[in-house]
Nanobody, 127 residues
Framework: QVQLVESGGGLVQAGGSLRLSCRAS????????MGWFRQAAGKEREFVAA????????YYADSVKGRFTISRDNAENTVYLQMNSLKPEDTAVYYC????????????????????WGQGTQVTVSS
C-alpha cells in the first residue's frame, strides 16, 4: 500500500509561483507512473500533468503547458509540481496520484487509471 501526502499549497497572487510536493510512503514509487490532478469547486477532477517512472516521458494538460513542470526524485520517493505564472483559474485542490506502471515509459492521464491518491492541497490564486 502506498500513502501519498501533498504539501506546498497556499494563497498566491496572479503571476506568482508555487511548488507542490508529493511524498510517498509505504513502498517505493520508483516503478510507478505519477500524476497531478486538480479539482475546482463544483467541477470534476481534471488532469494536470503526468510523468513516467523513469522521468523520461512527461505529459501536460494544454491549460498548464509552458507554465507548470512536473518532476520526480525516486531516491526521495517524491514528485513535484512547479507552478509558474499562476492564474486565478488555477485555483483548485491539487491531488497527487500514483499507480504501478506497466513499463518505464508509461504515463497515465485519466482519473480511473490511478490506484493511489493523496488527500489534496489547496491552491488559491488571487487576481
Amino acid at each position: 500500500q502506498v500513502q501519498l501526502v501533498e504539501s506546498g499549497g497556499g494563497l498566491v497572487q496572479a503571476g506568482g509561483s508555487l511548488r507542490l510536493s508529493c511524498r510517498a510512503s509505504g513502498r517505493s514509487i520508483s516503478t510507478y507512473g505519477m500524476g497531478w490532478f486538480r479539482q475546482a469547486a463544483g467541477k470534476e477532477r481534471e488532469f494536470v500533468a503526468a510523468i513516467s517512472w523513469s522521468g523520461g516521458r512527461i505529459y501536460y494538460a494544454d491549460s498548464v503547458k509552458g507554465r507548470f513542470t512536473i518532476s520526480r526524485d525516486n531516491a526521495e520517493n517524491t514528485v513535484y509540481l512547479q507552478m509558474n505564472s499562476l492564474k486565478p483559474e488555477d485555483t483548485a485542490v491539487y491531488y497527487c496520484a500514483g499507480r504501478q506502471a506497466s513499463y518505464s515509459g508509461a504515463y497515465y492521464y485519466q482519473v480511473r487509471q490511478y490506484d493511489y491518491w493523496g488527500q489534496g492541497t489547496q491552491v488559491t490564486v488571487s487576481s
